[in-house]
């Protein structure tokens, strides 16, 4: 293409150099950059995607700083960007949440509701392409490559196409980030929030990342990110004289990961209908509580959440993880592998409390969280078991019940354990693939 062309993201027109305003439509939404007709990788991210979904079912919030999250003793799920100038960031602890903004409206979550919002979401993205690759439920990866010819027009324009389809029938907004690779796609829809598209090109790649800090690429979390300072390596432009070896071989396998993504390497394909990783759901307590007998109705509660929604997707997990947060936030988990995937609550309640037996000494405990992973189909979930002569009655039990709830709704039976537990709040993940967290 010729060098400045822009392209007005409200009425798609095209225009050559680089106007501030589109010259068909005056609108200030034009998007300038050398290599726009010619990339296809696609990151896009729903803006405070809770938030901005109550907003859009309450218009007196749309002024106000939102929070959605557990109230008093939970964390920040989401945060509106209202709220957000005052501090509020996701998985801070509400009381710092409202002490940074008193004044905030805190809404529970409602995961069935905003799945549905983000599954509406997906399906425009899959009319668009079928090279979609979510991360969660409000975010996904899009390869457009090869769509020009179906869509009459360059992947830049269908997906502006798409962000303003979006915003007008779904009524929230994305931003984009487009590139030549998933690495520079992803940071690149962060740079230009909320309603933005960013765009990074392989001409300004490496010039980009020199000035950017290490702790944007893809798997650096805050440990790798200390070890990182500790050596003098601050920006990616600090990683990118440094030999691939010498990495490797100071920071582990990471190393290559480094070595490569500072040079704006990134070989990942886009991988349609990728699946979720690990199920898991946990609740924040309104008293630490210490007492493992009173720890274990919400263990149970949870169990029978995660089994709940491993059912619906016909998935079973073969690893079990109990999570516990101490009274001073430090998180402790606890892993324990199977014999056989299982989908049932009884065996992973078991599993956990085997666990949580180990770590119920006398501390009090905030929040306890239960999950599973290592997935595979319910093909190959729980088959019997010699070894406990009564798992066949307790599976025909939970059987029953589960067909109980399907007529009559969840909140039909119960074991026992189950109802001190009856009000718990919890927070359900299930959780996509993402960069591992070092």
Not at 1 to 25: D, I, K, N, V
Not at 50 to 60: M, Q
Not at 116 to 123: F, K, P, Q
Not at 299 to 310: A, D, N
Request: charged fraction near 30%; hydrophobic fraction near 40%; glycine fraction near 8%.
């Amino acid at each position: 293409m010729a060098a400045g062309e822009t392209l007005c993201r409200e009425c798609f027109t095209w225009s050559a150099g680089t106007p501030t305003r589109c010259p068909s439509c005056g609108s200030a939404r034009v998007l300038s950059h050398p290599e726009l007709r010619s990339l296809s990788i696609a990151h896009l991210d729903c803006d405070a995607f809770y938030a901005s979904v109550e907003k859009r079912d309450d218009p007196s919030l749309l002024d106000k700083p939102v929070i959605v999250g557990g109230r008093h003793r939970g964390v920040v799920s989401a945060a509106c960007y209202v709220a957000r100038i005052y501090g509020v960031r996701s998985a801070m602890p509400m009381f710092k949440a409202l002490d940074a903004c008193p004044h905030a409206v805190v809404i529970k979550p409602d995961m069935k509701k905003y799945a549905a919002v983000g599954g509406e979401i997906r399906e425009m993205m899959r009319a668009i392409t079928p090279q979609v690759e979510p991360l969660s439920i409000d975010e996904a990866f899009m390869d457009l490559g090869g769509t020009e010819r179906l869509h009459r027009a360059p992947p830049a324009e269908t997906l502006a196409r798409l962000a303003k389809r979006v915003e007008e029938e779904v009524r929230v907004t994305v931003s984009i980030g487009l590139s030549f690779n998933k690495f520079l796609a992803k940071v690149s829809s962060d740079l230009d929030k909320p309603r933005g598209f960013h765009v990074i090109g392989q001409g300004e790649a490496l010039s980009f990342l020199a000035d950017q800090p290490v702790s944007i690429l893809w798997g650096v979390g805050k440990t790798l990110q200390r070890k990182l300072i500790d050596d003098g390596i601050r920006t990616i432009g600090d990683l990118q004289p440094m030999e691939e070896t010498d990495l490797m071989r100071r920071y582990g396998s990471i190393g290559q990961r480094l070595a490569r993504f500072s040079h704006g390497r990134d070989d990942r394909r886009i991988e349609p209908g990728s699946v979720v990783k690990s199920v898991s759901n946990e609740t924040t307590f309104d008293t630490d509580i210490s007492d493992i007998d009173a720890l274990r109705p919400y263990l149970w509660r949870l169990s029978e959440e995660v089994s709940g929604r491993l059912k619906r997707k016909a998935i079973a997990g073969g690893v079990v993880t109990l999570k516990l947060k101490t009274k001073d936030f430090k998180i402790v988990t606890r892993q324990q592998h199977l014999l056989a995937p299982t989908q049932l609550a009884d065996r992973i309640y078991r599993t956990a409390d085997a666990l949580l037996s180990k770590q119920a000494d006398g501390r009090r405990f905030r929040l306890i969280g239960v999950g599973v992973s290592d997935l595979a189909g319910e093909r190959l979930a729980d088959p019997a078991d010699l070894a406990d002569p009564g798992f066949e009655t307790r599976r025909k039990v939970e059987g029953a019940m589960d067909a109980v709830r399907a007529k009559l709704g969840d909140a039909a039976i119960t074991k026992g354990i189950g109802l001190k537990a009856r009000k718990i709040r919890q927070q359900p993940s299930d959780k996509m693939p993402e960069g591992e967290e070092l």
